[in-house]
């Protein structure tokens, strides 16, 4: 069955603090991998990897996927209060189907 | 380009009714999901229908069950409601190539 794990589950940090949350997973037939940002409502998209070892980066925020080691990391620089949220990695298979991780709750305290 | 919506944003229901929600994707997708979000099981996949077709189910019962009109909406529906049935229901849309933007959620309560 896939399945797809995060750590750590839950997050406090300060301001400024940069963060990295983690994403391991365990899909046949991977297609893609993608994070998500989500405040209190619906899950914003946020970055979807494919290939291994290529960076994507938007701001703060980046990500790398590693498909030797079946993970991915997601980096936050420089914290905000703003940051404070669920992230939720997913991963895509070539049915089309996604599998969502639990999510990482990420607190910023000011 | 609208965003995906959902109607209605919030509904209370009793055990043994059923419910039907809605969802508009965005102009242009084709593809939708439906997932449930609780607390205690994150987001997990319910169906996801494709023009008109359901193309992938998750392990849900059939309590569960969804459709698609030919201009993309899709409405999913739950019989026989059970409080476990608490929980968000979002409703996401795609090009069969891009990832998924999700809608904001209807949030059902079952009391």
């Known amino acids: 069955e896939d399945k797809v794990v995060q750590s750590p589950l839950s997050l406090v940090v300060h301001e400024g603090d940069t963060v990295t949350l983690n994403c391991s997973y365990e899909?046949?037939?991977?297609?893609?991998l993608l994070w998500y940002k989500q405040e209190k409502k619906a899950p914003t998209f946020l970055f979807m990897l494919t290939s291994s070892g290529i960076e994507k980066k938007s701001g703060r925020l980046s990500s790398i996927l590693d498909k030797k080691e079946l993970s991915s990391i997601l980096n936050i620089t420089a914290t905000q209060t703003g940051d404070s949220a669920i992230y939720l990695c997913a991963v895509e298979n070539y049915g089309q189907n996604f599998v969502f991780g639990p999510g990482t709750r990420l607190s910023v305290l000011p | 380009k609208a965003g995906v919506t959902q109607t209605p944003r919030y509904l209370i229901k009793t055990r043994g009714q059923q419910v039907t929600l809605s969802c508009s994707p965005i102009s242009g997708h084709r593809s939708v999901s439906w997932y449930q979000q609780t607390p205690g099981q994150g987001l997990q996949f319910l169906f996801e229908?494709?023009?008109?077709?359901?193309?992938n189910k998750g392990n849900f019962p059939g309590r569960f069950s969804g459709r698609q009109f030919s201009n993309s909406r899709s409405e999913m529906n739950v019989s026989t409601l059970e409080l476990g049935d608490s929980a968000l229901y979002l409703c996401?849309?795609?090009?069969?190539?891009?990832?998924?933007?999700f809608g904001p959620g209807t949030r059902l309560l079952v009391l």
């Open positions: 229908y494709f023009s008109e077709t359901q193309r």
């Open positions: 996401a849309s795609r090009t069969d190539r891009e990832t998924q933007y």
């Open positions: 899909v046949t037939n991977f297609r893609s």
